[in-house]
């Protein structure tokens, strides 16, 4: 299923968007899916994992040291996801390779 979801970029973290997918779906087995993860679907189906950072690579008016000193704090991959990007949602028990491979 294809669910498009909405949310405010400049404060939306990825666990928020995760929170978006169930109530967007209209199949009652995605809607009750434990997701953990979404994915790109090229390439090797690269995880985002990181619940806690901006969904979005919204640049703002941050200097450039203010953004690599948040960046050094969430050390973690930062799902940068870009406006009208498709992804796959990543269930609990499946990789994000796994995904794409379906």
Same mark, same amino acid.
């Given at each position: 299923?294809?669910?498009?979801?909405?949310?405010?970029?400049?404060?939306?973290?990825?666990?928020?968007?995760? &929170?978006?997918i169930?109530?967007?779906?209209?199949?009652? +087995?995605?809607?009750?899916?434990?997701?953990?993860?979404? !994915?790109?679907? !090229?390439?090797?189906?690269?995880?985002?994992?990181?619940?806690?950072?901006?969904? &979005? +690579?919204?640049? &703002?008016?941050?200097?450039?040291?203010?953004?690599?000193?948040? +960046?050094?704090?969430?050390?973690?991959?930062?799902?940068?996801?870009?406006?009208?990007e498709?992804?796959?949602?990543?269930?609990?028990?499946?990789?994000?390779?796994? !995904?794409?491979?379906?």
């Amino acid at each position: 299923e294809l669910v498009a979801v909405e949310y405010a970029a400049k404060t939306a973290t990825l666990r928020l968007v995760l &929170s978006l997918i169930p109530q967007a779906a209209t199949e009652s +087995n995605l809607a009750n899916l434990p997701i953990y993860a979404l !994915c790109r679907p !090229c390439g090797q189906g690269t995880e985002l994992t990181n619940l806690d950072a901006l969904a &979005s +690579n919204f640049s &703002s008016r941050r200097s450039s040291v203010q953004m690599q000193r948040q +960046n050094q704090n969430q050390n973690k991959q930062q799902p940068r996801i870009k406006h009208g990007e498709i992804l796959l949602a990543v269930p609990n028990g499946y990789s994000g390779q796994a !995904c794409v491979r379906m």
